[in-house]
């Protein structure tokens, strides 16, 4: 009889982990300003739209940078318009963040973001775990 040797779960790389968290990170984004029926407001011109579709997780500072990639002041819903094809509205988005958070806010993830940040491998799957119960919730 021939034993089978129960195959190690290889763990994910770390480009599918930040893969992984990019997308849960997004629909909370989009879903946490949801109303009811599932519409949200774009940040930088107000169209309205459903949170699946039309809307992004918009970048006040590039996903490049590591230190305000997940950082939900830095990250708010932009319909396509603004967030693709305008380039993601920066003048408008720093006028609303500063609005919307504190005067200066703009400033203080400008420089923020130029910082290195390390994120270990735990500590991307932290965030998903984290984020991933946060969006059930909001689903609910």
Known sequence: MKKTIPKSKKKPSRSKLVKKLDNIFSQYIRLREADNAG????????KRSHWKRGMQAGHFQSRRHYATRWDERNVQNQCVGCNMFKGGEQFLFAKALDNKYHEGLSDELYVTA?????????????LITKYKDIVKDLNK
């Open 39 to 46: 519409f949200v407001e774009c940040f930088t011109c107000g």
């Open 114 to 126: 130029q910082t290195t940040v390390k994120f270990s491998n735990l500590d991307i799957e932290l």
